[in-house]
């Protein structure tokens, strides 16, 4: 028995837990209304502007005209009055009509009106009561004498008699103390502190005043609301607290404080449209104190409304409705948001309704007069603003939670910092010129506040297919000017509409990828600095090996960099703009600092690979070594012993000039045009229009009319984007190079290497110590000084087969080697390159010592020729080599598995890699480099323009850098005559 009971208690227990879990109306309310308007109200109901819904009314009675209270039917009196109800009485038969004040019946002296009251022929005053304030058995249409005292006083125009207001009612007319009279009301005592603040805290300027207007309505307004339940005294006690930016302490009897006091005082009665923080009769401005309250009512319910790009149910509208006030609390009208409401800055009304289609990122500010502010906006307008959830049937609305930027707590700035401090609100207003008046209301202000920043943020539901946002948010920043001169003075005022969505996964997936991608880099950037340890013949791991790990991992970086930031530009643009339901949004502009971030760090980095290959391309040794030999001898005469010599004839070095010159000249030539790129991609982005694929709306449209509203751009879909467009039309240039203009128009690289095998001179170049390329240009023809019909007769015999292949080894056509020196032959090299000297000055006006040096440098070159033909010839047994082909791992690694220790190798290169210390052959960094430039402008002037000429400008610019120093590089490692190099 006990074990039931005790499972009993356990399961009701959980199943209370569950219920109270998913049924807690704080966790769960969504604070939805339906909507209703005066105009919806039958006519025995009227509009309670405290609960913005409809009323009933009394036994016989109806609305009045404006809709906003209940009167008596006609025919009928009332009776009683509890200050917030009625009760009426039909009029016997000898007396129909109903007194103006509506409190009697009496006999009219002539016709009556529709609602049954008496009226007088124009020019005469309806009497209906004697001196004494007696209500008369029948109407006169006579002078009011004024002079009565009982229950009727003349009114303040003086042309009728008049009931005084119901809260005089006692025995007289008279406020007796210790009533205390205010606002033309008579306050009970001790119903409120007479004790009250009127001052308006103007906290940026660091200074309160007391309000003109306060300092007369603030007092009356909170006791006829706190006393009365005087509807209209309640809103006009909420605008106040809404003026002083619903700023409180626990002190102040300010106007919020005020409010807070009644708003207490009104916890015995039942919430209004079932939301705990709209009390009876009162405004709803606050959402409540408690901690996290902000996070559970924008996180937590989603809106009941999708949002659709396209489809059948297609909806993007963004449907705002504003229930309007005036100053004095009385309700004006439903408004829709949209004109010039939220929005006073001039501008078309096709680009403010753009700022309510969802998705579209609307951003529009100005600068106002002070003037025109002070005469259009004499009062300021109090706007409660909802989304209008629609409804065929039942229409309804969801309240906007409002964030005041400027909002105090016991002089503490409460909305300035994270989301679990914030004190969401509701009620604004734009334009504020009536607190700030001191002396009078009709004075000149000496403050005006105005909402600088009005800005309403939609948030999607994390993981949403259907379109699904959490409830808006309104954000609000007051600003306040001190009036010095009106003509002259300006006030900056904007309003935006942004969509947001949770970046961390994104962010998560994206710092994934670069941690991962980074990582295999790192492997790279070893095996690259492993296979230069072979190439320069140093086996110490020194400072010099840690700063090329570093150089490589930069290059290998920037890469990894571009990749994933030119991948979430592709990802961010197509799911974006192709969406159907919405469910991706836009990082903000603050949300893209770390993507922005990464788009730096790549450029930084490639920059510094790019000048490390310019370096070590400009430093690079290149010797040019002569095959030909003397054809014939000269004969001259020897006048010692008159018997003839005959010396060698010199060989002609203008064939050594010719291919140095074609040398110089292919070091910059690259597989892309440089000014067709720019003009291409200029093109597709500003003429075809295709930038305006990066705006920030869900719109793929390319062409846009110039009266519709243009949202800014997206720096991700922008970089995205143009780095897209350029590397595209970047590696299309490259495979039509390759593949069509290469192999049907010219190739330049396989015509330098055919110029060498014709001109009989081969080239080898050293970017590294023990590592370099060798181009065997050596004519198997055997010479190449000859003439004209000889030439040609040589070049007959090759095409026809006649005569050996120009290959290093025989039988072979292979002219391209990748050389890995021993380091005995290099340091062979080293010794006799370092005899090498240039002059500097004029050739012609030289000294004795300068035809010295050059005797020195032209033995130095005639050695450095011989020595190494002889090496290629097989010469030096200690410092012989092979040929062999490169594995296919060694390809791909782009390193060599042997050491060269007592042997050099050539390797057999097909790809003539030698490009790899031209510009040609480094397209792929120049390439990315460019495109990194190109978007880091862009991005930094928001000008594709300016980024294309700057762009342009900096390719001119390495462009020159690499041709004059790698010319001056080419003579000091030749010693070719820079003259020669046109």
Not at 24 to 32: A, D, L, R
Not at 135 to 145: K, P, Q, R, S
Not at 670 to 693: C, G, W, Y
Request: glycine share 6%.
């Amino acid at each position: 028995m006990a074990t039931g009971t005790l499972l009993f208690i356990i399961c009701y227990r959980i199943v209370f837990i569950i219920l109270f879990v998913h049924f807690n109306p704080v966790h769960c309310q969504q604070y939805i209304i339906p909507f209703q308007d005066p105009s919806d109200c039958s006519v025995k109901e009227f509009f309670d502007i405290s609960s913005l819904s409809c009323a009933s009314c009394g036994e016989n009675q109806k609305r009045s005209a404006a809709g906003l209270s209940c009167i008596c039917q006609s025919g009928f009196r009332t009776v009683t009055t509890d200050l917030t109800s009625i009760a009426c009485e039909a009029c016997p038969a000898d007396k129909p009509a109903v007194t103006q004040n509506g409190f009697g019946c009496i006999r009219c002296p002539s016709s009556t009106t529709d609602e049954g009251r008496c009226q007088c022929p124009a020019k005469h005053i309806l009497v209906e009561r004697d001196v004494s304030g007696n209500l008369l058995d029948a109407a006169t249409c006579e002078m009011c004498t004024g002079n009565g005292s009982a229950f009727s006083v003349p009114n303040s125009s003086g042309d009728r008699c008049e009931r005084c207001q119901a809260s005089f009612i006692k025995s007289s007319c008279v406020c007796n103390p210790p009533s205390v009279l205010a606002g033309g009301l008579c306050i009970p005592p001790g119903s409120l502190s007479t004790n009250v603040n009127p001052s308006v805290n103007f906290a940026q300027l660091k200074f309160s005043i007391v309000s003109a207007w306060f300092l007369k309505n603030l007092y009356s307004s909170a006791a006829a609301c706190l006393s009365f339940s005087n509807l209209t005294a309640c809103q006009a006690l909420g605008n106040m607290c809404v003026m002083n930016m619903h700023s409180f302490s626990g002190v102040s009897a300010d106007a919020c404080g005020l409010f807070n006091a009644v708003f207490r005082s009104q916890a015995a009665f039942s919430p209004t449209q079932d939301i705990s923080y709209w009390r009876h009769n009162l405004p709803w401005l606050y959402y409540g104190d408690e901690p996290g309250l902000a996070s559970r009512v924008l996180q937590t319910d989603p809106v009941p409304v999708s949002f659709n790009f396209r489809g059948r149910n297609k909806n993007i509208d963004v449907k705002l409705l504003a229930a309007v006030y005036n100053v004095r609390g009385e309700f004006l009208r439903w408004e829709n948001i949209g004109g010039a409401n939220l929005q006073i800055c001039p501008e078309t009304p096709i680009k403010r309704a753009s700022a309510f289609s969802f998705g579209t990122a609307y951003q529009e500010s100005c600068d106002l007069s002070v003037a025109d502010l002070l005469r259009d906006h004499p009062e300021p307008l109090f706007y409660d603003v909802f989304l209008d959830l629609g409804g065929e049937e039942s229409r309804k609305l969801l309240p906007l939670p409002t964030l005041v930027l400027n909002q105090q707590f016991n002089g503490k700035f409460i909305n300035q910092e994270s989301l679990t401090t914030w004190y969401l609100s509701r009620r604004m207003f734009l334009v504020d010129v009536l607190s700030g008046r001191e002396k009078s209301a009709s004075v000149l202000p000496k403050v005006i506040r105005v909402a600088n920043s009005v800005k309403i943020r939609f948030q999607l539901v994390p993981g949403t297919q259907q379109g699904q946002v959490f409830p808006p948010l309104m954000t609000v920043e007051y600003k306040d000017v001190l009036v010095a001169d009106v003509n002259t003075q300006t006030v900056s005022m904007s309003f935006a509409v942004e969509y947001e969505m949770d970046q961390n996964e994104a962010h998560l997936k994206t710092d994934t990828a670069l941690g991962v991608l980074a990582g295999l880099a790192v492997l790279l950037s070893v095996l690259k600095t492993v296979s230069w340890k072979r190439r320069i013949a140093s086996p110490v791991v020194d400072l010099r090996t840690m700063l090329m790990f570093f150089l490589f991992y930069a290059g290998d970086l920037a890469n990894v960099f571009l990749a994933v930031t030119v991948g979430t530009g592709l990802y961010w643009l197509i799911l974006y703009k192709a969406q159907q339901h919405a469910s991706v949004l836009l990082p903000l502009p603050h949300q893209e600092e770390q993507f922005v971030t990464y788009i730096s760090c790549a450029f930084a980095l490639k920059t510094v690979q790019f000048l490390h290959k310019l370096i070590v391309q400009l430093s690079v040794d290149v010797f040019f070594i002569d095959w030909e030999r003397p054809r014939s001898k000269a004969s001259r005469n020897v006048p010692a012993n008159g018997q003839q010599k005959r010396d060698p004839s010199p060989v002609s070095i203008w064939r050594t000039y010719f291919v140095a010159n074609e040398w110089n000249e292919i070091q910059t030539i690259r597989k892309i045009r440089p000014t067709f790129q720019i003009m291409a991609v200029l093109f597709f982005l500003e003429v075809l229009d295709f930038s305006n694929l990066a705006l920030r709306d869900p719109w793929p449209t390319l062409q846009r009319p110039p009266e519709v509203y243009t949202p800014s751009y997206s720096l991700t879909m922008r970089y995205g984007l143009a780095a897209t467009l350029w590397l595209c039309i970047g590696i299309l240039q490259v495979i039509f190079f390759t593949v069509f203009y290469e192999h049907f128009v010219e190739d330049k690289i396989r015509q330098f290497v055919d110029l060498c095998s014709i001109s009989n001179i081969s080239v080898l170049v050293l970017p590294q110590r023990c590592f370099g390329y060798y181009i065997h240009g050596r004519s198997v023809h055997g010479h190449a000084d000859t003439n004209m019909e000889e030439m040609n007769n040589n070049l007959k015999r090759e095409a026809e087969s006649l005569c050996g292949q120009r290959g290093l080894l025989p039988n072979t056509d292979m002219q391209t080697f990748q050389v890995a020196l021993s380091n005995r032959l290099r340091s062979h090299y080293d010794r006799i390159r370092d005899s090498f000297t240039r002059r500097h000055g004029p050739s012609r006006l030289m000294d004795a010592a300068s035809f010295t040096q050059s005797d020195q440098n032209i033995r130095a070159y005639q050695t450095m020729n011989h020595f190494l033909g002889s090496v290629i010839d097989h010469a030096h047994p200690d410092m012989d080599y092979i040929v062999r082909d490169k594995l296919a791992l060694e390809r791909v690694m782009g390193m060599e598995f042997l050491e060269a220790n007592d042997k050099s190798i050539f390797y057999s290169d097909e790809g003539h890699s030698f490009g790899d210390v031209l510009f040609y052959g480094n397209e792929g960094t120049l390439l990315i480099f460019d495109t990194l430039f190109f978007c880091v402008v862009d991005l930094a002037s928001q000008n594709f323009v300016l980024a294309a000429v700057l762009t342009y400008l900096e390719q001119m610019i390495f462009e020159r850098i690499r041709n004059s120093f790698g010319r001056r590089n080419l003579v000091n490692k030749t010693l070719v005559d820079d003259r020669f190099l046109i």
